[in-house]
């Protein structure tokens, strides 16, 4: 069935329903049609990170998505990044009246390094191949599966919203904003900068977007926000050289031995936080709430949990969605690869805490190297690389439950609430520098292999997903109320 003639059908039927909306959506999602257009996106090599991406980044905005908006009424524009010249980014509206509430919209073209030779065999990152329910190919996941999945959804109730065979102009009585970036692999380099320049074009009174995973491949999920990443070393750096263990041990102090020790200053052997400015405050209600209904689900392939890591007396969950963790990434030291009887000049360690709303990170190596120095161990700089920072939406927030609601409603399952996802993404550009509450309806699963060779979509999920999304948008047609309030 092809998009056109689902509009047909859609609009020809005056007694459409919302459950009808929702499927019609899923059906074209599970159609040719849909495949072929994901296909055509998977196929632009919109590597981020790869030096000389401007001209793939700005074919896929201007070949596939604003063809695609065009069509369904929007005004775009595709921008310069403020910070490179390789990252544009497209701003689209859709505005059917000035004092009108507005939804902004988000996706990213870009994705991560391919990594071709590291794919199974008969796997291309650039070809999507279909084997039973998943959709192989770079980007089926993240970001660009997710992204069409919502215009469809969007078109299907923009079609069900119009005059017999389309005539009348559809009215959804709320505007539609779309940001769309190239850089979202790279950091979402330029983003903030961008949004702050940008803040009236893309002024709404909510934001509502698809990428990360759900908690399962069967669990419909809402996040509202996201944990906060820094990242930071620890550098000893004694001598340019190295010296005989032997003859040098005991009189030169050994920079490898003293990271050591830095590390266990602030994180235990157990993974528990030992430095009190690296702890959050005790979150609220509300999240403890929100974290002690989730599901435990284990995936099929996913390593087995350590109950004993990790902050003592919390379970699983709140360990990844209402705590912090110190973590580290990478160790460097003498040569492992051919050891020498000798002591090294210089040690490092790359660390990562990912950390929730309530951590004061400000002033974040002055107090780390304070903190050392007060358990006796000196000679360690810590050198900050960089940082995003944490956001979380209220889950007793009504747009929350507003969206739970309309989740059960399509699915007839109770929706996982997040109140943070696990990992970082920008969402503080859009919580932060625009003031939006931010609500996140995932697309994915986490065994997707997301950034990995085999990355791969559940054709199953993004049907559903598209019936999700199309249950929201025609709920916010019909109770705006619920959607575009800030309680």
């Not at 509009?7 to 009808?20: H, K, L, N, Q």
């Not at 936080?273 to 002690?292: M, Q, W």
């Not at 920008?426 to 994915?444: I, K, Q, Y």
Request: net charge negative; with cysteine; proline share 7%.
């Amino acid at each position: 069935m092809s998009e056109e003639n689902t509009g047909r059908e859609v609009a020809a039927d005056p007694s459409e329903t919302r459950a009808d909306l929702a499927r019609s959506a899923g059906d074209f999602i599970r159609g040719t049609d849909f495949i072929d257009r994901l296909s055509r996106r998977v196929a632009r090599r919109t590597e981020s990170q790869a030096p000389g991406n401007g001209p793939a980044a700005s074919a896929y905005l201007s070949e596939e998505i604003i063809p695609e908006l065009d069509e369904l009424g929007f005004d775009s524009t595709i921008h310069d990044n403020p910070e490179s010249d390789e990252h544009p980014l497209l701003i689209a509206s859709r505005i059917e009246g000035p004092g009108l509430p507005t939804v902004l919209l988000y996706g990213h073209g870009d994705v991560q390094f391919a990594h071709a030779s590291q794919w199974a065999e008969g796997l291309d990152p650039w070809v999507l191949t279909r084997d039973g329910d998943r959709l192989y190919g770079r980007g089926t996941a993240d970001n660009k599966g997710q992204h069409s999945v919502n215009t469809v959804a969007l078109r299907t109730v923009l079609n069900g919203l119009s005059g017999s065979g389309g005539a009348a102009p559809a009215r959804l009585g709320y505007n539609v904003k779309v940001l769309m970036e190239t850089a979202e692999e790279a950091g979402s380099k330029g983003l903030r900068a961008f949004a702050a320049a940008h803040a009236a074009d893309l002024a709404a009174d909510l934001f509502l977007a698809s990428d990360g995973p759900r908690i399962a491949a069967e669990v419909p999920t809402l996040f509202l926000g996201s944990r906060g990443a820094l990242n930071f070393r620890l550098v000893a750096h004694e001598r340019d050289d190295s010296h005989h263990s032997g003859n040098w041990g005991g009189r030169l102090r050994n920079p490898a031995t003293v990271i050591a020790a830095a590390i266990n200053a602030l994180v235990d052997g157990n993974g528990v936080i030992r430095i009190p400015a690296l702890r959050p405050t005790d979150p609220p209600a509300s999240v403890l709430e929100a974290v002690a209904k989730l599901p435990e689900v284990v995936e099929d392939g996913a390593p087995e949990t350590d109950p004993n890591w990790g902050e003592p007396g919390l379970s699983p969950a709140e360990r990844v969605f209402a705590f912090n963790v110190l973590e580290v990434l990478a160790l460097d030291a003498g040569d492992p690869a051919q050891v020498v009887n000798a002591i090294p000049g210089a040690a490092s360690a790359s660390m990562q805490l990912r950390y929730v709303v309530g951590t004061d990170v400000s002033d974040f190596e002055t107090r780390v190297q304070a903190f050392l120095e007060e358990q006796g161990i000196c000679g360690v700089s810590v050198e900050f690389e960089h940082c995003m920072p944490a956001t979380r939406l209220d889950p007793d927030s009504r747009v929350v439950t507003a969206a739970a609601e309309s989740i059960r409603a399509t699915t007839g399952i109770e929706a996982a609430v997040e109140p943070n996802l696990g990992g970082t993404i920008p969402n503080d550009v859009f919580a932060e520098v625009l003031g939006l509450p931010t609500v996140w309806v995932p697309h994915s699963y986490p065994g997707c292999h997301q950034h990995a060779p085999d990355e791969h979509a559940l054709l199953s999920v993004l049907s559903q997903g598209g019936e999700i999304m199309a249950g929201m948008f025609w709920d916010m047609h019909t109770n705006p109320e619920n959607w575009f309030t800030s309680k």
